[in-house]
């Protein structure tokens, strides 16, 4: 909306009221004459100017200033450039007379219909109005009786041009003029109105307003040009107009009239208008407003062009064409624009005949009207109905005729219908064969055709599929046909109509009898052909039987579905209500043994030999799997594998070869592998199993509840609950809550324990809540015991005979030497912790330890509580320990035990046979020394020991004999005859030691021994 409020600025400028002001005063045969006001301004909009082009501006004249007197009004559409307008009010609807006029007059203006702006602006005279000029008041003015008063003829000076005129002049002779070669002026009101140019050539004429120019200047110098009139002193006409590379030597143009035209080349026209530019030889620029010939800047000549009028059109091609509009080019040679807004011709020899942005670029292309048509194909004609909304075309192909958005009429008034032609090839301008379409001569109705939307085939005929019909006019919808339209078509029908669309065609049966699908009837029964599908009714929903002919159901079965596959000997089968077989062949869904009804909603999609007999069980795919009566169970792929329960499994294997899920295997899972076995619920086999050159039977197993196996192979959880295997070779649990990490050969037989990798590790015995963290041929038997490092015993046995008695020692991998030769000198065992469970029973009631033994050699000794290291069984052992401290209150040491709390444990290096002095021992193992008195006789005395009263109310030791250790030599093999060893305390911190063999007999050589020493605190 154009209001104060939208800051549109409304400037009036340069009112030539003066020139109404005198024709008004006019008289005589004048006063009849239609006066105009020249009205000038500039439009903005927030403070720019408003956009070019056409604008309808209403002016009203008032008498007050508030505009309440309205006396005259009129609308002008007005070409507005940059803002400004220009209107000469009264040439629509003519001025009132003078009389009216002669007082002070106020303007009010509306713009493209919005409110009209307030205030008004007074209309005020120019300077000249305000006084007359010199000679400025004419006879025409004076009334006559005023002239009768005046007026006396005064008598004619011979030789001069009388103010009345003159007679009697002789041609050739008489003339108004020079006699020199200076410029010829006529002036009025003392202002330059016309000025003759003499030249050695062709004379110029300038006329008009003083500031019109032609170029006189140098090399430029223009002869034989004109310009008749009009400019202003702002707005001057000119020849010769641009400067430096744009100059050019203008002779023998002409320039009507207009303001702020010009002229850049010889022999052009120039008729008049506003703001035009013409630049090249022999061109025409009729009129209108900001046209340009040529190109203004680098100047570019366009010679032969023309403009014939309108706004902001351009021709930059010889011998281009504009007629009329606006924002037209015709920018190539022989290019023409008719008129229309924003058309381009840019292909030689094209053109635009009108409507709007159209392009004709192809050579010898043209665009008849319409929008928006791009055509860039030579030799091609076309026009677009362009609505502004779809998408505008571009045609590329050449030698077409485009016709967008348009219906084509060939129509009559002649009663001679006009026909459409084809004409057949013709290279040699011979031929005149042709087909046509031409109209009835008579015809009742008008008829409409809609042509097929496909192709049709070979045989088929055009025919109408439907028809609507209005007040004498049919429309028909044509398409294709076969011959017989009553009957399915080899090639296909078109315009059926199904039940569900409330028709009646189909293709099948009606009655109660099966259809059937057959290729290839002759073939032979076992091959693939005949019956491809069939169709079968029942009571309740449909079977469905494709692929190979003997695919079949089993009778009474309802809802089957067969999609295909199947081969002779192999055939796919569903034995039971809504089974499904997608392909593959000798698949079945169903049980085939316990009847219809016991395996509904089995499916089988597709590989060799896989059977779905559970009720809602699935077979992805894959060879020989087999789903048996476990109901809403899965195996989605792989060969071999099967479920087999007897109830609601909701298992699942996912993939492998001859895994197994069984017996109470209920919501168990098997990922991968192959011979993986789950007996138990809840379980899981993520992988593993037997490697490819392995036999199915090296799988992992899981025998009990909750159980889980991540990968490897023979890892076995018997029938334990809640245990778990991550991985590796051979590993086995025998007892619940327990893990192993992984490794290979390790086995758990008590509870709550855990091994964490390693090889050939073992926890067993009376022991539970055992760790071995890893390590090698270890052995846990004592609860809550952690053993570490390789090749121990935790009871300390060194006997190869006791090295694991319940396994054979071959199952050490056979490429390593069994560990037999467990001596001092090779043992690099520790173990932490033991301890024992009461005789209730309950595992927490305990008695533990906190010993932490490493030996000189290496070893970590562990007590059993007993003398007798064997393994024990459990039920055996905890009545025995009971009975053990009752007899044996103090607790002997016994080679291979420990004693509960700390120990000392020292080792003897004995001196050769005839050396009798003293050994002083390492210090860290609590001996100060130790003397070799006399053949197998020592004297050891202990380092750093309390009291012998301490000793024997922390320890429990007396002065009696102590039996320590079974014979174990230092620095050699042991000694045949010395078994045994006896210590006897002598003082506080002195014991005598005495070895001896079985028979208390030992010959004199020198031994080693080890003395262990138990302190409590």
């Known amino acids: 909306m154009y209001s104060k409020s939208n800051t549109l600025r409304f400037v009036t400028r340069n009112f030539a009221f003066v020139l109404v002001l005198i024709g008004l005063s006019l008289s005589g045969s004048l006063v009849n004459a239609q006066y105009t006001m020249s009205y000038q301004g500039t439009l903005t909009q927030n403070d720019a100017p408003v956009s070019d082009g056409l604008h309808q501006l209403t002016v009203t004249l008032y008498s007050d200033p508030l505009g309440n007197e309205a006396f005259w009004t009129d609308t002008y559409a007005t070409e507005v450039k940059n803002g400004i307008f220009n209107l000469q009010l009264g040439s629509g609807k003519s001025l009132p007379d003078s009389k009216t006029l002669d007082r002070s007059l106020w303007v009010g203006v509306s713009v493209n219909g919005t409110a009209e702006m307030r205030p008004l602006t007074k209309l005020v005279a120019v300077p000249m109005a305000l006084n007359v000029a010199d000679r400025a008041v004419t006879i025409n003015k004076l009334a006559p009786e005023v002239m009768s008063l005046l007026w006396t003829q005064s008598p004619q000076t011979a030789g001069d041009w009388s103010l009345t005129g003159n007679n009697s002049l002789t041609p050739g002779t008489d003339f108004l003029g020079t006699t020199d070669a200076s410029h010829l002026e006529m002036r009025v009101n003392s202002s330059r109105v016309m000025t003759y140019m003499p030249n050695s050539t062709s004379s110029n004429i300038l006329g008009g307003s003083a500031s019109n120019t032609i170029d006189l200047t140098g090399s430029t110098s223009t002869v034989g040009a004109a310009i008749s009139g009009g400019g202003s002193s702002s707005n001057p006409n000119r020849i010769g107009y641009g400067t430096g590379s744009a100059a050019t030597q203008s002779d023998f143009a002409f320039l009507s009239g207009g303001h702020g035209n010009k002229i850049d080349g010889p022999a052009s026209f120039l008729g008049g208008g506003y703001s035009n530019h013409l630049i090249g030889s022999w061109a025409v620029l009729g009129g209108g407003y900001d046209n340009t010939i040529g190109v203004p800047s680098p100047a570019s000549s366009a010679n032969y062009a023309v403009i014939a009028g309108g706004y902001t059109n351009t021709a930059t091609g010889e011998y281009s064409f504009i007629g009329s509009g606006s924002n037209n080019t015709a920018s190539n040679t022989r290019s023409s624009v008719v008129g229309g807004a924003s058309n381009t011709a840019s292909g030689d020899y094209s053109s635009v005949l009108g409507g709007q942005n159209n392009i004709a670029a192809g050579l010898r292309s043209s665009v008849l009207g319409g929008g928006a048509l791009d055509i860039t194909g030579s030799n091609s004609l076309g026009f677009h109905a362009y609505d502004g909304s779809s998408a505008p075309p571009t045609m590329s192909a050449s030698n077409t005729m485009y016709l967008g958005n348009v219906n084509l009429w060939l129509y009559n ?51 109408i599929l439907s028809q609507s019909s209005g007040t004498g006019t049919f429309t028909n919808t044509l398409g294709w046909l076969p011959v017989l339209q009553d009957d399915w078509q080899l090639v ?61 159901r089993t009778t009474g079965v309802k809802g089957a579905t067969i999609a295909g596959g199947g081969k002779n000997g192999s055939v796919n089968q569903v034995t039971d209500h809504y089974g499904f077989v997608g392909g593959g062949i000798e698949n079945q869904a169903g049980n085939e043994i316990d009847g219809v009804g016991i395996a509904v909603f089995a499916s089988v999609v597709g590989g060799k030999n896989n059977r779905a007999r559970g009720e809602s069980t699935f077979i992805g795919g894959g060879e020989n799997n087999a789903v048996n009566n476990a109901r809403f169970s899965a195996i989605v792929a792989g060969q071999t594998n099967t479920i087999t329960l007897s109830s609601p499994a909701w298992s699942i294997i996912g993939a492998g070869d001859s895994n197994t899920i069984s017996q109470s295997g209920f919501r168990s899972m098997i990922g991968a592998g192959k011979g993986n076995k789950i007996k138990g619920q ?22 009990g509840d909750l159980g889980f196996i991540g990968a490897g192979k023979l890892n076995q959880i018997h029938d334990n609950i809640s245990c778990f295997i991550g991985a590796g070779d051979s590993n086995e649990i025998h007892a619940n809550f327990s893990v192993i990490g992984g490794g290979f050969d390790n086995k758990i037989e ?33 609860y809550a015991q952690t053993v570490v490092g390789a090749r121990n015993i935790a009871q300390g046995e060194s006997d190869a005979t006791h090295f694991r008695t319940q396994d054979p020692v071959s199952r050490i991998p056979p490429s390593e030497t069994p560990p037999i030769n467990f001596t001092f000198s090779d043992d690099r065992i520790v173990i932490v912790g033991n301890g024992f469970i009461t005789t209730t029973g309950d595992e927490s009631d305990t008695t533990r330890s906190n010993a932490f033994e490493v030996t000189n050699g290496g070893y970590s000794i562990v007590y059993s509580n007993l003398n007798d290291v064997e393994l024990i069984p459990k039920e055996v052992l905890i009545p025995l320990v009971d009975t053990a401290r009752i007899a044996n209150p103090i607790k002997p040491a016994v080679y291979g035990a420990s004693y509960q709390d700390n120990l000392i444990i020292a080792w003897g290096d004995v001196p050769a046979a005839d050396d009798q002095g003293t050994v002083t021992a390492n210090s860290s193992f609590g001996v100060a020394s130790i003397v070799f008195a006399n053949p197998n006789v020592y004297t050891i005395t202990l380092n750093n020991l309390p009291s012998t009263t301490d000793l024997n109310q922390t320890t429990g030791i007396n002065q009696g004999s102590v039996v320590v250790t079974p014979n174990v030599t230092v620095d050699g093999a042991p000694a045949p005859a010395c078994l045994l060893a006896v210590a006897t305390s002598i003082n506080n911190n002195v014991f005598k030691v005495f070895t001896f063999d079985a028979g208390n007999a030992c010959d004199d050589t020198p031994h080693g021994f080890m003395f262990q020493v138990v302190g409590r605190r």
């Not at 065609?505 to 032979?524: C, K, P």
């Not at 809840?682 to 025998?703: L, Q």
């Not at 709550?752 to 071995?772: A, E, M, Y």
């Open 682 to 703: 809840n379980s899981f086999i993520g992988a593993g199993g037997a490697i490819e050159s392995d036999v199915v039977t090296n799988g992992n197993i899981i025998d």
């Open 750 to 782: 008590e509870p709550h324990s855990t091994i964490g990798g390693g090889r050939v590790n073992l926890i067993s015995g009376l022991g539970n809540v055992i760790t071995i963290p890893g390590g090698d041929n270890l052995i846990g038997q004592s």
């Open 492 to 552: 296909g029908n078109v315009s059926t109509s199904s039940i569900g669309d409330g028709g009646s065609n189909f293709l099948g049966t009606i009655d109660a009898q099966n259809f059937e699908i057959r290729v290839f009837q002759s073939d032979a029964a076992d091959k693939g052909s005949k019956r491809v599908m069939r169709y079968e009714h029942t009571d309740e929903s449909p079977n469905i039987i494709g692929g190979y002919q003997a695919n079949a």
């Open 413 to 463: 008034n002649d009663n001679d219908p006009r026909e459409l032609r084809f004409y057949e090839a013709d290279n040699g301008g011979s031929g005149f064969h042709y087909s046509s379409f031409t109209a009835a001569t008579n015809q009742n109705d008008v008829i409409n055709y809609i042509l097929p939307s496909s192709q049709g085939s070979v045989g088929d005929v055009i025919g």
